[in-house]
């Protein structure tokens, strides 16, 4: 399977707080994606990172990524109350296949 | 700008009945996916267009699923007949490319008795 793989698959931190998500994937690929999904919504996408970046920011959101260990992480800095979601990776690889994971469940406290 | 837009938001409907799920796509987006999701196995891949032509349909499990995309602006999913294990929730998502980002509508619950 192409599935990508989150770490930890839940999460639950202090608003303020960081927090911090890894994905693992098994092949070499375009790009990769990160997602949230908040309860009975659908995903919004978040940042893309190109195979030939390594790190990428986008407000309080910073993405890496590692091709030689297949890796990404989604860094969420100061942590929100409204940040409380499900995350996804998502990698493109070949012609036009796109791979999700299965999510990491992240709980803000206030 | 609307989104992408699914009806009906949610189906409950009996086993060995006919279901069918609607989408608009964003205009100008010429990709269209559908994606079912459960907490078994996550967000799966059942079949994507481009340009309103089946490009990947491996991802529809069995021939009782069927999906159509007349014109740029609207796709079904079909289901017939329909089992409790079709229960899930499923997306649809439109981007410029396959490589682009996804934008997803809010989904279809749907429940088979």
């Known amino acids: 399977s192409q599935q990508g793989e989150e770490d930890p698959q839940a999460l639950s931190i202090q608003e303020g707080e960081n927090a911090t998500m890894n994905c693992s994937y098994k092949?070499?690929?375009?790009?990769l994606q990160w997602y949230r999904q908040n309860s009975g919504r659908g995903l919004v996408h978040l940042i893309l990172i190109r195979s030939n970046e390594r790190e990428k920011h986008s407000g309080r959101l910073r993405v890496t990524l590692d091709t030689s260990k297949k890796s990404s992480s989604l860094l969420i800095t100061a942590s929100r109350a409204a940040d409380t979601a499900s995350y996804f990776c998502a990698f493109s690889y070949g012609n036009n296949r796109l791979a999700f994971g299965k999510g990491n469940q992240v709980v803000v406290i206030p | 700008d609307a989104g992408v837009i699914q009806s009906p938001r949610h189906e409950v409907t009996e086993m060995g009945q006919e279901v069918t799920l609607r989408c608009k796509p964003i205009?100008?987006?010429?990709?269209l996916f559908w994606y079912r999701q459960t907490m078994m196995r996550g967000l799966e891949l059942l079949i994507y267009?481009?340009?309103?032509?089946?490009?990947?349909d491996s991802g529809m499990p069995e021939d009782r699923f069927s999906a159509k995309m007349p014109n740029a602006s609207f796709s079904t999913l079909k289901i017939q007949p329909s089992e409790p294990r079709d229960s899930a929730v499923y997306f649809c998502a439109s981007s410029t490319g396959f490589i682009s980002p996804l934008h997803f509508g809010n989904g279809t619950r749907l429940t088979v008795t």
């Open positions: 267009f481009n340009n309103n032509v089946p490009i990947d």
């Open positions: 205009s100008g987006h010429n990709s």
């Open positions: 092949t070499s690929i375009n790009n």
